[in-house]
């Protein structure tokens, strides 16, 4: 099946969105130097959810902020479609940052007296850009937020605030969007809603996902799981139940 393709992709689904080469990652130098990532090379394809996991202290949080462009790397090659990272200025970073990626935090980071519809185009005003109505309608009917667009987040649930983080992440037209722990504050019956709705994303929308989770449920969301262990991909799921990947992880806990 031929996934849809939403409006930002001028390049085809399973082209490159995110490639990181031989990608290593020092935190100190010298004999206390700590090696986060350790010559890592991964391809993230363009209309898939990928689910980063591993051990705590297994660099996946640190491979996701590399390939985001929240940290650099120590050696190796990150691109985004075709833009080698390394190379930016601060400037071009934080545009390429604004126009090609959305994030979603395990902290909301909503603006407490914004309401939901100006929280959600906060990033697009920032950018001086023109909101787009018709995409921005077509998000907000399919995180289910129509009615709760003039509340405040001190006026809706936690998982209500996770959508519109989500609706916020999507309604600039990012090719990637990056979920740190996502559903790391959310009971599990909003945890899946929010999983859903990422992968209502990617299946309706052509959204690229890619998420660090500790939780297998919501790995089970994902077309593949990465998995990770002393800085290194060690291992691969695709088309994953919660089952298998619990039963990976525990065996790279051991």
């Known amino acids: 099946m031929t996934r849809p393709m939403s409006p930002m992709h001028t390049t085809e689904v399973g082209a490159p969105a995110a490639t990181a080469i031989d990608v290593v990652k020092l935190y100190g130098s010298g004999e206390t130097a700590v090696r986060a990532l350790d010559h890592v090379s991964v391809e993230l394809v363009r209309g898939e959810f990928t689910a980063i996991m591993g051990p705590s202290g297994s660099g996946k949080s640190t491979l996701m902020h590399c390939l985001a462009g929240l940290d650099t790397v120590t050696s190796g090659v990150v691109l985004i479609g075709d833009v080698e990272l390394s190379g930016l200025s601060d400037k071009r970073m934080t545009a390429l940052r604004r126009d090609r990626i959305g994030f979603v935090f395990q902290a909301f980071n909503l603006v407490p007296t914004l ?69 790391g504050n959310l009971d599990s019956r909003t945890s899946g809603e929010v999983m859903g709705i990422l992968r209502e994303s990617v299946d309706t929308l052509g959204q690229t996902v890619v998420i660090v989770t500790h939780d297998p449920r919501a790995a089970s969301y994902a077309d593949r799981v990465l998995f990770l262990a002393d800085g290194k991909i060690v291992d691969e799921l695709r088309s994953p139940d919660a089952d298998a990947v619990f039963d990976r992880m525990k065996t790279l806990e051991k």
């Open 115 to 183: 309401t939901a519809l100006e929280n959600i185009t906060l990033p697009i005003d920032i950018a001086g850009r023109k909101v787009d109505q018709q995409w921005l309608d077509t998000v907000v009917m399919t995180l289910g937020l129509r009615d709760r667009l003039a509340h405040r987040p001190s006026e809706l649930s936690g998982g209500q605030q996770q959508r519109v983080a989500v609706a916020r992440a999507l309604a600039s037209k990012p090719e990637l969007i990056f979920g740190d722990e996502p559903t």
